[in-house]
């Protein structure tokens, strides 16, 4: 039985490529970035609808599950359970009237790791409120990347919702033995970036963090070493992240969307080099038949804006298992009436 699922908040198709190798298929897409939409053109054959704020949700044809990786932002009178009021003006209001209106049985939310934290939780209490209202069951949890068999130190807020009383259970989610850096590396080659030994310290004795990361040095940039004892300096916040070296015998740090240079360092068979763009979208679980089209900053943007692929793949394994093949008699059709709703009416306007 195949499931159909829309994309909302597409970037380059992450949640896409998951859902895809779990079986689902894609029906709907949405994102605003014209370099991003290229990319997923290229890579699915699809142009993605621009802002969500434009579509008509009449135009979005039927499916059983919602997909959004959305911008986190605060809410005006977050968490005060005054309905649709609460989040009204964000873009996560715009989901709201999509699941209004499709009443599609499962959603699936990702976001950023503090995403509980954001204005002090009501952020995340308001999200569960607004989709207890619509209907359905939640439950939500952090997961880290480097469970799903990917060298990277990455967790993720996400949230499931059921439209059927069932919660889902991430404790069934089966996680994969960690990987290494070493692991996904590209072989030499001409074009990768090495550092001459004079622009970098390596620490001694480097130990395993709880999170699989190795701290193995730094570039030999913008040190302030004043007031730090030899060795110690990684403990310290006189490192930025960009400046910090890692070695393949561990795990990645998160990539971020913020670093568009790129500068992710490494130490692997006795020498400290740049990651690869590759190296950087395997770390995503992106497959090496993916496109990159464009400049590398926007490329770089990109991987570290997406969402883990094998942990997409797994959670959607899941979401068939616990919450569509038990419960749901049969995919919904494309275009099924439907009733009229709240929102047609704008009752939710004070
Ligand atoms: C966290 S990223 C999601 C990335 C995606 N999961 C992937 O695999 O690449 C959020 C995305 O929302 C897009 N976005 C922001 N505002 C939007 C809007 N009004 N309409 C559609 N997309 C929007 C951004 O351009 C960004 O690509």
């Known amino acids: 039985m195949t499931y159909k699922f829309i994309d909302l908040f597409a970037g380059i198709?992450?949640?896409r490529l998951g859902f895809e190798k779990a079986g689902f298929n894609c029906v709907f897409s949405s994102e605003i970035d014209i370099h991003a939409r290229e990319m997923y053109l290229a890579n699915f054959q699809e142009k993605p609808d621009g802002d969500i704020r434009k579509i008509n949700h009449k135009n979005i044809p039927n499916f059983d599950v919602l997909l959004a990786g959305f911008p986190c932002q605060p809410f005006s009178i977050a968490g005060e359970k005054k309905g649709f009021n609460d989040i009204r003006g964000t873009l996560f209001f715009e989901i709201a009237k999509i699941i209004e209106y499709h009443q599609p049985k499962v959603i699936v939310l990702e976001n950023v790791k503090h995403f509980k934290n954001h204005d002090n939780g009501k952020t995340l209490i308001t999200v569960l409120n607004t989709l207890n209202n619509l209907g359905y069951t939640t439950s939500w949890t952090l997961l880290n990347a480097k469970d799903f068999g990917v060298p990277q130190n990455r967790e993720r807020t996400i949230i499931i919702g059921c439209l059927e009383q069932i919660q889902f259970d991430f404790d069934k989610l089966e996680t994969k033995p960690?990987?290494?850096?070493?692991?996904?590396?590209?072989?030499?080659?001409?074009?990768?970036?090495?550092?001459?030994e004079d622009e970098y310290t390596l620490i001694e004795n480097p130990k395993q963090q709880l999170s699989g990361l190795i701290f193995a040095g730094y570039r030999n940039k913008n040190i302030r070493k004043k007031g730090t004892r030899p060795n110690t300096e990684h403990l310290s916040r006189v490192h930025k992240q960009p400046n910090r070296i890692y070695s393949s015998e561990g795990t990645h740090p998160t990539l971020s969307s913020q670093e568009s240079s790129g500068r992710y360092?490494?130490?692997?068979?006795?020498?400290?080099?740049?990651?690869?763009?590759?190296?950087?979208?395997?770390?995503m679980g992106f497959p090496d038949s993916f496109k990159l089209i464009g400049s590398s900053s926007k490329l770089y943007n990109r991987v570290g804006n997406s969402i883990v692929i094998p942990m997409v793949e797994e959670i959607a394994q899941q979401v068939k298992k616990q919450l569509l093949e038990k419960n749901f008699d049969s995919p919904t059709p494309l275009f099924k009436p439907r009733q009229m709703s709240l929102f047609d009416f704008n009752l939710f306007v004070s």
């Not at 072989?187 to 001459?196: A, G």
């Not at 360092?265 to 395997?282: A, M």
């Open 13 to 15: 198709g992450g949640f």
């Open 178 to 196: 960690q990987k290494k850096l070493k692991d996904i590396l590209e072989n030499e080659h001409e074009k990768l970036e090495y550092l001459q």
């Open 265 to 283: 360092y490494i130490y692997h068979n006795g020498k400290v080099r740049k990651l690869t763009l590759r190296e950087c979208y395997r770390l």
